[in-house]
Structures are given as structure tokens and as C-alpha cells.
């Protein structure tokens, strides 16, 4: 038997970080990795946190490594990888022995796997982990689910392992099964929509208003010194600020126009769909990436009508800042939205002022405001966040800029798909009357599906197309 408290599979970007950091908490922590060169390297160059690791060359040998009842924490990618590699320890380890997917997975597998694991008595635990790799590597966010009980055994490790947020960890048990990975794939779907606003306001400098990447990096870093402080917008002015050390130009000047996407954005849209969770703004962001994939297409659409506007009248400073911060409560309103209702469609009771408690530092989303989101949700819990006392005025005051940008936008033919969502569900979310009175006449005229009329509550209706 070893004597190891934990074991990791997987020393890529996200495992061997999170491998040091554990060690260095004063954890040992033995690891394996595929390609077994990786592993012997990674210990061999651990300085100071060598003697808290040890290197294994297989399963079997981390198995052995481990101190019983054992602990693996897998950081694979997502998908078969993960079911071999269960399907693999299982068949060494013990029945008492923890697996914890720590990787980003799709929630469904995450239930899955969790359902089996408990028919078959082992402990399982599917874990969402945010920060990329400096947050693995000094505190990430985390967002456990699965078994609680198999959640106490492990959560002194990964509340050591936590950021910190003026001193409270930021790791929570969300719920069972796969309650952590869903509220993981809501936070990449949240990032995806703010990473997508703020490079709006960067198309609407670079290419409206002319604006050099020099000037664009310094007005995102007078920004992250305002309401807008977060992890995003400081790495926005670093990145707009970086040169390329090949050919001395900006980097940004010679980053393909293409984003790439392992999933997690898509599989919050999708979900958002079974759900009827309204998340235009997370959609619109996924919809962007995908645009962005197809640039052969969008050459043919220059070709045929021309490039939109070029240079025109962008509006001034504070006002994109202001459309960011509308863009920002709405994205946030609708990713808190449909935490809501898979809540309750799974029966998780998730904690949501947790949920912007263990935001609030390690993960890419961190940002000054969900400290003021989290005492919003605590105050009113089923409140819509853009209707709470604390964000009610913001949206007031911060909605006339979002606005205006966008129709400045428009109006000059540049693309702004996901801030004009945000003015979009704003416009559409303060519309008691709205106009799906024409949808259900529609469709009771051609499927007999009938209506509700407003002066007669309950009874199906129909209209007057039958002769
Ligand atoms: N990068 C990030 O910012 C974040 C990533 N994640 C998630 O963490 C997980 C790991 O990501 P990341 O570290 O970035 O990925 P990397 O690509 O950097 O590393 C992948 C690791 O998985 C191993 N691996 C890949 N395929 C197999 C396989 N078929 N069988 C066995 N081992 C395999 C690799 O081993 P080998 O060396 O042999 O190739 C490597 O150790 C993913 O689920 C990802 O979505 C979560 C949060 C942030
Ligand atoms: O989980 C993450 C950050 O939170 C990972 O970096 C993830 O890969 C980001 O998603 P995508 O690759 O689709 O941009």
C-alpha cells in the first residue's frame, strides 16, 4: 500500500499545475500521465515540491501508490477519455476509492457516470475547475458535485487548493451528480458572451473609429480600473498591448480571425434549449465563434456586398463602457436564469449567492461585480438579477449606452451580435405586452393548437377559421 493522499492522471496544461499546487499545500500527491516522458520530466523539474510527488508510470503503479481509501482526480479531456479511464480504475481499485473528473464535462456524462458509480457502491465526484492554468497552479475556482459524502472526504484538499476570495475559499459543493459540471458549463457559457462583448468593443475601436492597439490597450486598462474590474478585461489590455516577437507587429495584428471552442459554450446553448432558459446572449456568443470558423464564407459575403462600414462616428468612451456593463449584467442575469431553472429541473437546490461567491476569484469570469451579485441573489432570492435593488439602477443608468452603441453599430453595417442581444432581451424582458399574440394565432389557424385569451383565463380558444 503507498502512502500518497491523492493521484492525478493527466499532466497537461490544467493537471500538472494543479498537480503543484497540490503538492504545494503540503499534500503528496502521486501522478501518471499517457505518455510516460511527461510525468518523469514534471517531477524531475518540481524543485522544491519533488519530494511531495511521486511519478508512476501507469495505472496501476498510481494505484499502488496511493494510500487507501485512494483519491484520483482525473484531468483528461472530456468525453471517452474519461470513461476509459474510469472504466480502467475501476477495475484495480477498490470499491471505497474515490474517481473525481476535474476536467470540463458535459453535465449528462457527468450524471451518468455518477448513476453508475453509485449502482456499482463507489464514490464519485464530477468537479468543474476554472482559472486555466495559473489558477490550477495557484487557485482556481471550484465547483464540486457528486456524492457529498465522497465530497467531505476530499474537500480539505480542494479548499486548500481553492482561490481565495478575502479569505474564503472558492470551493463549494453545488449538488449531486452533475450539478458541478453544469454550473461549470455556465460559467464557460458567461465567458463566452463577455469575451465576445469585449471584442466587440474592440472591433468598434480597431475598425470604427480607427484606433491603434496601443490606444485600445490602454482604454481597457483605465476600464479594469472602473465598475468593470475583472479577469477579462485586464488580459484584453495585455493582449491588445502585446507584440509579436517574429515580425515586431502587434500580436493581434497576426491572430487568425477564427476562435476555436472545445464545447463547453455549445453544450450551455444547447442546454439552455432543453431548459427554455432565454440565454440570447450566451447563444449569440456561441453563434459568433461558429461565424468566425466559417471565414471562407464570410470572404464570398465581402466579395458579393461588400465590407461593412470602415470608419465611423463611434461613440465615446464612457459609452462603450457603459454598453459593457449592460451587456455584462445581462449576460450574467441570463447564466444565473438558467442556473435557476435546471435547479429545479434537477432537483439540486443549487446555491446561486454560492455560485457568485466562488466566482468571485480563480476563475476567468472573476470580476469585481459578483460580490454585489452575490449579496443581490442572497437578498432576493427568484429575483431576476437585472431586477434587484443593487442592479436595477445599474441597468438604468448603463442600458443608454448599450443602446447607442449598437445602433451606431448597426447603422453602419458592423457586426455587434452579442451586445445586440443584450439590448435585445433588455427591450424584450420589460415588455409585459409583447407580440406572441400573432405566434398563437398563427398557430391556431394552421394547427388548431389554440390560445389563452386574455379575458377568460384557463380555457383553450380558438379562432374564427372554420367556416
Ligand atoms: N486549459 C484550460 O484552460 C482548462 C481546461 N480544462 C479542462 O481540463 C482538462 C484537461 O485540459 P488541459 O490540461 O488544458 O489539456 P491538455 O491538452 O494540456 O492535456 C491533456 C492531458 O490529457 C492527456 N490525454 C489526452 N488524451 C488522452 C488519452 N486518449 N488517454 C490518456 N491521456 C490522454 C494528455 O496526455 P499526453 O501528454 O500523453 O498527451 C495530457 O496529459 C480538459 O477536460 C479541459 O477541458 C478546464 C479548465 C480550464
Ligand atoms: O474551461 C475553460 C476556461 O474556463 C477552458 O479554457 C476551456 O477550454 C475554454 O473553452 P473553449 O476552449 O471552448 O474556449
Redesign the pocket.
Known amino acids: 500500500m503507498g502512502t500518497s493522499e491523492i493521484g492525478l492522471?493527466?499532466?497537461?496544461?490544467?493537471?500538472?499545475a494543479l498537480a503543484l499546487n497540490i503538492a504545494e499545500k503540503g499534500f503528496d500527491i502521486a501522478v501518471m500521465?499517457?505518455?510516460s516522458s511527461?510525468t518523469r520530466d514534471f517531477v524531475a523539474n518540481a524543485g522544491d515540491l519533488k519530494p511531495r510527488l511521486t511519478a508512476t508510470e501507469d495505472l496501476q503503479g498510481l494505484v499502488e501508490a496511493l494510500a487507501t481509501p485512494r483519491a484520483v482526480i482525473l484531468?483528461?479531456?472530456?468525453g471517452?477519455?474519461v470513461d476509459?479511464?474510469i472504466e480502467r480504475l475501476r477495475a484495480i481499485m477498490d470499491p471505497d476509492d474515490l474517481i473525481i473528473d476535474?476536467?470540463?464535462?458535459n453535465f449528462r456524462d457527468t450524471i451518468r457516470r455518477a448513476e453508475a458509480a453509485r449502482d456499482s457502491g463507489n464514490p464519485y465526484l464530477g468537479i468543474?475547475?476554472?482559472?486555466?492554468?495559473d489558477?490550477?497552479r495557484h487557485g482556481?475556482s471550484i465547483m464540486g458535485g457528486g456524492d457529498r459524502a465522497a465530497w467531505d472526504r476530499v474537500s480539505h484538499i480542494l479548499t486548500a487548493i481553492a482561490a481565495r476570495h478575502e479569505g474564503t475559499p472558492c470551493a463549494t459543493y453545488m449538488g449531486p451528480g452533475g450539478a458541478g459540471h453544469f454550473v461549470?458549463a455556465v460559467h464557460n457559457g458567461i465567458e463566452y458572451a463577455d469575451m465576445q462583448m469585449i471584442a466587440e468593443i474592440y472591433g468598434l475601436l480597431r475598425d470604427g473609429r480607427g484606433a491603434d492597439y496601443g490606444e485600445i490597450a490602454t482604454l481597457f486598462e483605465r476600464w479594469n480600473d472602473g465598475p468593470l474590474q475583472s479577469y477579462l478585461v485586464e488580459i484584453t489590455a495585455k493582449v491588445a498591448a502585446a507584440e509579436d516577437p517574429k515580425t515586431g507587429k502587434p500580436l493581434l495584428s497576426v491572430i487568425e480571425d477564427t476562435a476555436g471552442q472545445?464545447g463547453?459554450g455549445r453544450w450551455t446553448a444547447i442546454e439552455a434549449q432543453h431548459l427554455a432558459a432565454p440565454v440570447p446572449v450566451i447563444e449569440a456568443a456561441v453563434a459568433a465563434r461558429n461565424m468566425s470558423a466559417v471565414k471562407a464564407a464570410r470572404k464570398a459575403g465581402e466579395d458579393r456586398f461588400g465590407a461593412g462600414a470602415g470608419r465611423f462616428d463611434v461613440p465615446g468612451d464612457e459609452t462603450l463602457e457603459r454598453a459593457m456593463i449592460a451587456g455584462k449584467i445581462a449576460c450574467y442575469t441570463q447564466g444565473f436564469e438558467m442556473l435557476a431553472k435546471a435547479s429545479e429541473a434537477f432537483d439540486w437546490s443549487l446555491p446561486l449567492p454560492e455560485i457568485a461567491k466562488v466566482w468571485r476569484a480563480g476563475c476567468?469570469i472573476r470580476s469585481a461585480m459578483l460580490d454585489d451579485m452575490a449579496a443581490a441573489l442572497a437578498d432576493a432570492p427568484g429575483t431576476s438579477l437585472m431586477l434587484s435593488e443593487s442592479f436595477a439602477n445599474r441597468v438604468e443608468d448603463s442600458t443608454p449606452g448599450l443602446r447607442d452603441t449598437v445602433s451606431t453599430a448597426i447603422a453602419a453595417g458592423h457586426p455587434v451580435p452579442a451586445l445586440a442581444a443584450a439590448v435585445t432581451y433588455f427591450d424584450t424582458m420589460r415588455s409585459h405586452r409583447g407580440t406572441a399574440d400573432m405566434i398563437q394565432g398563427q398557430r391556431d389557424y394552421f394547427g388548431w393548437h389554440g390560445f389563452a385569451r386574455l379575458d377568460d383565463d384557463g380555457r383553450d380558444h380558438h379562432g374564427p377559421w372554420v367556416e
Open positions: 492522471v493527466g499532466l497537461g496544461t490544467m493537471g500538472a500521465n499517457r505518455t511527461v484531468m483528461v479531456p472530456a471517452d477519455v476509459d479511464h476535474a476536467g470540463n464535462a468543474g475547475v476554472s482559472g486555466g492554468e489558477g490550477a482556481p461549470k472545445k463547453t476567468i
